[in-house]
């Protein structure tokens, strides 16, 4: 029974609503602390009433204290459970749901709601908030379940479609497939028969439930039955037809419909590639199979018709002459559809064998004319220039210049048609193919083309894109190459100078910042680089798609603060929408928005198995065990809250890592670095023949990603079994026998490393022998290749392993003590010649400054845990270590070892720390004249003609012409300030790793003074 004040005007929850509303008041302006008193005063007047405890939870949720709050939350269950006269309403329910999942304990907040639901059957509020409690747990089947209860009681069209739509989520989890979709047409069937359809979206449905079983042909009926007339929008409904013909394999209907949305949009280039698709029969225009979104994204194919000669000659010219009818109809000149479609046009017969490519190259240079001034202008004509031999390219490009200088337009289209032209060089490759001087003065020619047409931009505002922007951007790609070319360090501080300068008169062109933190990343100016990437004012979704553009740079960093900062901002996002995506799925059901519903949810399944998302979980563990790694008692306090690494290896399932997602926008990336892991600037100079294209690198990432995953999820649970190992080594138990057992510990360590050498292609036995080698100096560093951390870290865990397992470890060299040599040695080799290779930041941009980064904070890091394990079990802190009788031989040895490995390393940091002084020390005046010196020391041949080119403009500029804010912009601007950026950025990066290595350097001094 509900309680009688339930439904009586005023009361909430069965208090009177003016007592309530300052509660709410209070909540909403965020003033907790005086919402709390309120509650609590409200909570002694109406002690047994579930939704003043409510309340109250839900303050102290807010407030963080959510071990108060889930106890309150509790009681008021508790309560509803034994008070049958309590009152039970929706009101009170999802105030203890909004608790309830902000406690992530979605479990309560559904069995409460179940509860209510057969205590109070038939009542629809109530059923309402355990489908949303479904939704929330995506628990389809029960989702289908109570909707199809609530479709039985009240008989209202949008709860059979809750159910329809539950059906097709558990169709697209591989759950059921045909029988339930056609139970889903079934029961839309025997609702159509009984009650009709009357909204829009339930036609959608319906259809889409008819499309995914195959049945072209009845979605067809429906369509074009009483049913169709839902769809208000012609077009939209010409749309979907023409989709269901295709698919039907009526291709002749499908281009009719489709040559119908054409004549009343012209400008709409998806349809026409559709129409001349179905036209031609291009079974490449649509996918074959059964699936919920059954067409294809556009796309110009290239794969010849199968149909005759004669047919195809026939259609083409139907083809024609809608077009040039569409042409003569086209009042509005703007429209590029028909153009565009008359280029597919002639590409189409070139492929078939029947057109003549001077025809093309016409149409080319006649679409230049009418369009060639839009940015666009490039990505249009892409696909019908790769038809076009090398040759075919110079002689439409001639043509082009032709046509540019005959064409009489205003100044800004003029200077559109100067950029289009020269991005059509540099996209066909023909400008990367000129002499080194060539390309400078090219790059000259785009600054001055840039700053003679400044004042076309005088009048427009900030936010607007300013006239002849791409002119920088193509400029600083010429630079690039050019740095890429010589190895001359000069080219890239220009690229620098120069696009800083573009940002000092405009801050908001992303293109150049995006290009910016690349150069400072690979200047060594990792801080710089980070600044520019936080002004992009990365948000919400596009911290999932923009932020490889600086992750993978930070993670190889000494850094910690801000990487800290980008995985906190990052992994809040995606938790936050992970936890909330259920509001919005439910509120598109019960706004009858029903194809949204499915959208949001495959939304959310994508970012769920993101793998960036899974990167940022596991590093994020990682950077914890980094930053505590000095300090034992403090790292197991890490270990804790990461479950002892258990968690991380959780993560990383093999199923989830099959299906990781990758939603990052890669062709936002610079030319030099088409993926995260390939970066053309770290090798040597190649004739690539699309400098700028995003060469599909991807595969080959993605591979990378997936096995990088699996081995950095196995990290933090070796390095807790080390500490392990090492502390059990020391406490050994004896049985019976005498003989020593291994630990749980030293036999997982084992499957664990198995694991981990497989990864580098392996056994353990051959990982061995890998860094055993090169230890001994039997093999040259460079044989670790790529994954030399992987192999370091491998050697360190081997020999925590070795110190508690009894079987045999080492194939080659017998004693434990062979293996701290290894480390030792190994480390030395690494480490000091990475400061070797390094050498001085000013002018080794690249170079193996994260590497170096990587030795010092893991593999060392971890050996230092070790050694802290060691000689904590050895020696307890706080007791001097007693002579009671004779010193065992082997465990003399082993502390004299470890003593030995303690020297070692800390040698090994010293000189480290000794190179990264002299780094430090330098002074800015020197190293700023040593990045200027670069553009001045010859002026006849090298870098220094765009770094004069950039001085004129700072010299020339005059504010009358310009206008204040681009002439202050200009003024702002200073060459020798942008050398001191870069330095500083430096050299922060150099301190920051020569604090790590200090505080090595403090905790080894420490553990040597334990021993």
Known sequence: MSNPLAGKFGYAG????????????????????NALKLSSTLLNKYPNLPYAMALKALILERMGKHDEALSICMEAKELLHKNVSLLMDDLTLSTLQIVFQRLDRLDLATSLYDYACGRIPNNLELMMGLFNCYVREYAYVKQQQTAIKMYKLVGEERFLLWAVCSIQLQVSCGQGGEKLLGLAEGLLKKHIASHSLHEPEALIVYISVLEQQGKYVDALEVLSGKLGSLILIEVDRLRLQGRLLAQSGDNAAAASTFQKILEMCPDDWECFLHYLGCLLEDDQSWCNGVTSEPRCPPGSVNKL????????NSRIQDASAF???????????????????????????????IGAKEKLIDALVLYFSRFGYLACFCSDVEVFLDILTSDEKMDLLEKLKESSVSTSMVPTKSLGLAISLQKLQLQIGITYKLPDAELESLAVKMINMYRENLPLSK???????????DLLHMASNILVQLYWRTGKLGYLLETVMMLELGLSIRRFVSQYKIILLHLYSHLGALPVAYEWFRTLDVKNILLESVSHQIMPQLLLSPLWEDLNDLLKDYLKFMDDHLRESADLTFL????????????????????????????????SSILKLKEKANNIEEEEGVFESLKCGTQALELASDTLCQSLTFNEELQLRPWWTPTPKKDYLLGPFEELKHPMENLDHCREWETN???????????????YLSVQCVSTSSKESIDVNGSVSDSTFSLEIKSLLERYVKILGCSVDEAFKVVFDVAEGQRPLEALGSDLIDWVNFAVFLNAWNLSSHESVLPI?????????????????????????????????????????QLIAEPVAWHCLVLQ?????????????????????????????????????????????????????????????????????DPDEGPGKVYRALKELLSTVDEGELGDRIFQGIRSWSPTDVARKTFKGQHKMMLTLLQICDSKLKLLETVKQQI
């Open 14 to 33: 069965g208090i009177p609503e003016r007592k309530v509303r300052p509660v709410w008041d209070a909540i909403d302006s965020r003033q907790y602390k």
């Open 588 to 619: 598109a059901y019960r706004h009858r928005n029903y194809s949204k519903v499915i959208e949001f949810v495959r939304f959310k399944e994508r970012l769920q198995h993101s793998n960036q998302y899974l990167i940022a979980r596991l590093e």
């Open 323 to 353: 077009v040039r009818k569409l042409e003569t109809d086209a009042s509005d000149d703007s429209k590029r559809g028909p153009s565009l479609a008359y280029l597919e046009i002639e590409r189409r017969k070139l492929l078939h064998g």
């Open 705 to 719: 990603v997936r096995e990088n995953v699996e081995r950095r999820s196995l990290l933090p649970r070796m390095i």
């Open 869 to 937: 394990s060691y000689v904590r079990s050895s020696i307890p802190c706080g007791k001097k270590k007693k002579k009671i009788g004779p010193t065992d031989g082997s465990t003399s040895v082993l502390s004299q070892t470890i003593r030995d490995s303690v020297l070692s390393l800390h040698s090994i940091i010293e000189v480290v720390v000794k190179w990264l002084k002299e780094e430090v020390n330098k002074t800015e005046d020197e190293a700023v004249d040593h990045m200027l010196s670069s553009l001045t020391s």
């Open 305 to 312: 018709p199968h149909i005759t000669d004669d047919v195809f």
């Open 459 to 469: 009048d427009l505002d900030p936010q607007e894109s300013m006239h002849g922007e």
């Open 813 to 853: 060299a017998e004693g434990s003590t062979s293996l701290w040599h290894l480390v030792n040695s190994l480390l030395q080799k690494c480490i000091l010649q990475k400061v070797k290779i390094t050498g001085p930041k000013v002018c080794s941009p690249g170079g193996d400054l994260p590497v170096l980064v």
